[in-house]
C-alpha cells in the first residue's frame, strides 16, 4: 500500500519578464492506492497532478509530507535505499515515442532491465529471451515481429504497449499511467485501457491514472477512487461512480458540467454549473482557492480555507463550506 500525507512542493522560477515566480504545484494531497486498486487524479492542467504521479513514482522530490510505501517513510530512508520501494512504482509516460530510445531496437529496450534482473536473481541467459517474449505478449504483441525493430517502425499504439511492457520487466506493485492515452489514435485508446484492466485483474498490479478526461478515468476506475485536483489541493474524492453520478464540490460539478452532450442521444442536466470567470493562477487569498470562480461562493468562502470533510451518508470527501449534491453529467433520451 502506497500513502501520502501533507504532500507540498513549490517550483521557484528565476528570469524572464516576471521576474521571479513562486508557483505552489501541490498543497498539502493525501492519498491512499490500495495493492491491486484503481485510483484516478482529475483536474485542469496545471492542478498539480502530474507533478503528483512524478513524486508517486519517486522521478520528483517533494517540500514537506511523506511518502509510505509498505509501512515505511521514504524521507527516513538514503536515496539508495529508497529506490527498491519506488522501483515497485512504474510511470508509463504520455509520450510513448520520447519514451523510448529511438536507436535501440524493442529487444533491447526490454534486454536491458531483464539482464540485470538475472543477474541479481542468478537466472540463466535463456530467461531473459523467455521473458521479453512473454511479457510482449502478455500486451498483446507479437514478440516475432515487434522485437526487432525500432520505435519509429511501430504504431503509437504498439509503443505504448512496449512502454507498459517495459514498465512490466520490474514487476511492479503499482502502474503511474500519466494520460498514457491522449497522444494515441482515438481508435486505439480503447484496447489501452483494457490493457491496463487487465493487467489490474490478472497480475494484481495497482493503477493510478492520471488524466483530464472523465471518460477514460470513469472506464479504468471502475470499483476505485476518484481525487479531484485543483491548483494543488484535493477538494473532492470518493468512490469513482459516486464522485462522478453526484459529486458535492462546485468545482467538480463545473469539471464534469464540461462533458460534451451527444445531441439525439443525451440532453444537457438542468443542475449544471458554470464557473463565474476564467482560471487566474494568481488570486491566492486566504480563504477557498475557488472562491473567485465559485456562483456559490460567500464571504466565509473567501475569508477561511475549508478542509477535507465526509459528506453525509456517502463516501466522499469534500473541501467545501456548502457542499451539495448535483446531476451535471448529461441525461440520456428515454427510448
Excluded at 500513502?3 to 513562486?22: A, D, E, F, N
Excluded at 519517486?58 to 511518502?67: Q, R
Aim: glycine share 10%.
Amino acid at each position: 500500500m502506497i500513502t501520502g500525507k501533507g504532500i507540498t512542493k513549490t517550483y521557484r522560477q528565476r528570469g524572464g519578464i516576471l521576474g521571479k515566480r513562486t508557483v505552489q504545484a501541490l498543497r498539502g494531497v493525501d492519498f491512499a492506492i490500495e495493492k491491486g486498486g484503481a485510483v484516478s487524479f482529475i483536474g485542469e492542467s496545471g492542478c498539480g497532478k502530474s507533478t503528483l504521479g512524478r513524486i508517486i513514482a519517486g522521478l520528483e522530490t517533494y517540500d514537506s509530507g511523506e511518502i509510505i510505501i509498505d509501512g515505511v517513510p521514504m524521507s527516513a530512508l538514503s536515496r539508495r535505499r529508497r529506490w527498491p520501494y519506488f522501483r515497485r512504482i512504474q510511470l508509463i509516460h504520455q509520450d510513448p515515442y520520447s519514451a523510448l530510445n529511438p536507436t535501440r531496437t524493442i529487444y533491447q529496450t526490454l534486454q536491458a532491465p531483464l539482464a540485470l534482473r538475472a543477474r541479481r536473481t542468478r537466472r540463466p541467459r535463456s530467461w531473459v529471451d523467455e521473458r521479453a517474449e512473454e511479457l510482449l505478449s502478455l500486451v498483446g504483441l507479437d514478440p516475432g515481429y515487434v522485437l526487432p525493430r525500432y520505435p519509429h517502425q511501430l504504431s503509437g499504439g504498439m509503443r505504448q504497449r512496449v512502454v507498459i511492457a517495459r514498465a512490466l520487466t520490474v514487476d511492479p506493485d503499482v502502474l503511474v499511467a500519466d494520460e498514457a492515452v491522449s497522444m494515441i489514435d482515438v481508435s486505439l485508446r480503447l484496447g489501452i485501457l483494457d490493457l491496463l484492466k487487465d493487467l489490474r485483474e490478472r497480475l494484481g498490479v495497482g493503477v493510478l491514472f492520471i488524466t483530464h478526461d472523465i471518460a477514460t478515468a470513469r472506464y479504468l476506475g471502475e470499483n476505485g477512487e476518484l481525487y479531484v485536483l485543483y491548483r494543488g489541493e484535493v477538494v473532492e474524492r470518493g468512490p469513482t461512480e459516486q464522485v462522478i453520478a453526484r459529486p458535492v464540490h462546485p468545482y467538480t460539478q463545473a469539471l464534469l458540467s464540461a462533458v460534451p452532450v451527444l445531441r439525439g442521444r443525451e440532453v444537457a442536466s438542468d443542475q449544471r454549473v458554470i464557473p463565474t470567470e476564467p482560471l487566474d493562477e494568481r488570486k491566492a487569498g486566504t480563504g477557498c482557492l475557488f472562491a473567485p470562480r465559485c456562483p456559490f461562493a460567500t464571504d466565509r468562502c473567501r475569508s477561511e480555507h475549508p478542509t477535507l470533510a465526509r459528506f453525509e451518508g456517502s463516501g466522499q470527501w469534500h473541501a467545501c463550506f456548502l457542499p451539495r449534491p448535483r446531476s451535471v453529467i448529461p441525461v440520456e433520451v428515454p427510448g
